[in-house]
């Protein structure tokens, strides 16, 4: 269905924000995980995991209010979600972004990362078999995810709000790149609230199999998304245009490719599956998460080696 003016501006606002927050946010997978394989480190990766608490307690509670009346698809975990994880992981790595930090090169003016989104949905287009969903999953754990989510968010919710107010500059505070993953979580329920389920990549899997109603609202979400990304990068002092040069977009028009057709598999990318299906411990989005993050360490793990054997004598 169709929302009226004032709703789809409300979308379009939410999904502007969370194209900024992107932009600002520590909220690449690809650089997630290299900073924990060369770090030892996982402050980005507490980033993410922040911001699905946030998504799923929110929901949670919206849900409890009767202003979210279906909860989010889980689907039945098969070797095609293992391969569909393998594929985001191992396109993410060659893009060097996941479709997060896609938008966020592309806020900060590297273009051959509009190559990203055009090759995800390319990825789309590639023909599966329909993947089966899990609704007894859903309905035997629905409620009891919600109480146990809720009961996580909400003394973390206080805490971080008790934070803000005594931060000395809370314009400062909210803009570390840590807590504007937050914005990330609180624009992303707004969108979904006033638009429904919405994740980018499963706009652009729409735009790619369907002919539906929703193609215009979704596409102008997409467009939205990635204006709001640029004045990100603009706000920062990190717009510097990088004309594209055709190795890079290539690239990323490969990877995007290849994290579509993972997308397809799961189905869901790293976007939806982090903010909706973890915290909604759907074990589809558990199994293509941690596949995932293991395909991206091993493609790191298996460059590093690469790299260090090549300049030896």
Not at 137 to 148: E, F, I, K, N
Not at 274 to 292: D, N
């Given at each position: 269905?169709?929302?009226?003016t ?13 194209g900024l ?10 650089a997630a995980?290299?900073e ?13 995991a922040?911001?699905?608490l ?6 949670a ?8 009346a279906?909860p ?5 975990v ?8 393998v594929?985001?992981g191992?396109g993410a ?16 003016g ?5 190559a990203t989104?055009v090759?995800?949905?390319i990825?789309?287009?590639?023909p599966?078999a ?5 609704a007894a ?7 009891s ?16 709000l008790?934070e803000?107010v005594?931060a000395?500059?809370l ?6 790149p840590?807590r504007?993953?937050?914005l990330i ?10 638009v429904?389920?919405?994740?980018y990549?499963?706009?652009?899997a729409?735009l ?10 979704r ?23 990088q004309?594209?040069r055709?190795?890079?977009v290539?690239?990323a ?5 290849l ?37 991206i ?5 298996l ?9 030896l004598?």
């Amino acid at each position: 269905m169709i929302p009226s003016t004032g709703i789809f501006a409300v979308g379009l606002v939410s999904a502007a924000l969370m194209g900024l927050a992107i932009q600002r946010g520590a909220t690449c997978m690809v650089a997630a995980v290299d900073e924990i394989v060369t770090t030892r480190r996982a402050t980005r990766a507490a980033a993410l995991a922040e911001a699905a608490l946030w998504v799923g307690g929110m929901t949670a509670i919206a849900a409890a209010l009767g202003w979210l009346a279906m909860p989010s698809a889980a689907y039945t975990v098969t070797g095609a979600t293992v391969a569909g994880g393998v594929l985001l992981g191992i396109g993410a790595w060659i893009n060097r972004a996941c479709v997060f930090g896609a938008v966020a090169r592309i806020g900060s003016g590297e273009w051959a990362y509009l190559a990203t989104p055009v090759g995800f949905f390319i990825g789309c287009l590639v023909p599966f078999a329909a993947p089966m969903r899990d609704a007894a999953q859903v309905s035997a754990t629905d409620t009891s995810v919600s109480l146990v989510v809720a009961i996580l968010f909400i003394p973390f919710a206080l805490w971080r709000l008790v934070e803000a107010v005594r931060a000395p500059h809370l314009g400062r505070h909210l803009w570390h790149p840590h807590r504007a993953t937050l914005l990330i979580a609180l624009s992303f329920v707004t969108a979904l609230l006033s638009v429904g389920y919405w994740a980018y990549t499963d706009a652009l899997a729409a735009l790619a199999r369907s002919m539906d109603a929703m193609l215009s609202v979704r596409g102008a979400m997409i467009v939205a998304l990635l204006a709001g990304a640029i004045a990100g990068g603009a706000i920062a002092g990190k717009l510097r245009a990088q004309p594209p040069r055709a190795a890079l977009v290539i690239r990323a028009l490969v990877g995007g490719a290849l994290m579509g057709m993972g997308a397809a598999l799961v189905p869901g990318s790293n976007d939806g599956l982090i903010l909706q299906g973890l915290p909604a411990f759907h074990p589809h989005a558990w199994a293509a998460v941690t596949v995932m993050t293991a395909s991206i360490a091993a493609a790191i793990l298996l460059d590093a080696a690469v790299t260090r054997a090549r300049r030896l004598p």
